[in-house]
């Protein structure tokens, strides 16, 4: 059974940076791909980033140059650091598995960035 946690959010002003990890098992994790998506309240969710098994990485107009996705395949682990954030990003940020979302969701972990 696969298992998505993920960690890291919390509150930050606006311009800071927080980096969020999503811990995996349950899958063979070196030959996944893995996605970070984020909703907000009252819209959908959206995908932030994601990462091929490769290490091919495709982001969200939004968030380049901003945003890094990353994986240490060692500790089945993927990472999403997040810099200058702004306060239209507060929203709850969960990975899934696959190039599309192909799992189910976990609870998220809540990021919250005051103005």
């Known amino acids: 059974q696969v298992q998505l946690v993920e960690s890291g959010g919390g509150l930050v002003q606006a311009g800071g940076s927080l980096r969020l990890s999503c811990a995996a098992s349950?899958?063979?994790?070196?030959?996944?791909?893995f996605g970070w998506y984020r909703q907000a309240p009252g819209k959908q969710r959206e995908l932030v980033a994601r990462?091929?098994?490769?290490?091919?990485?495709n982001y969200a107009d939004s968030v380049k140059g901003r945003f890094t996705i990353s994986r240490d395949n060692a500790k089945d682990t993927v990472y999403l650091q997040m810099n200058s954030l702004k306060p239209e990003e507060t929203a709850v940020y969960s990975c899934?598995?696959?190039?599309?979302?192909?799992?189910?969701w976990g609870q998220g972990t809540q990021v919250t960035v005051s103005s």
């Open positions: 899934n598995v696959g190039w599309t979302p192909s799992g189910s």
């Open positions: 349950g899958i063979t994790f070196g030959i996944s791909a």
């Open positions: 990462i091929s098994a490769s290490g091919i990485t």
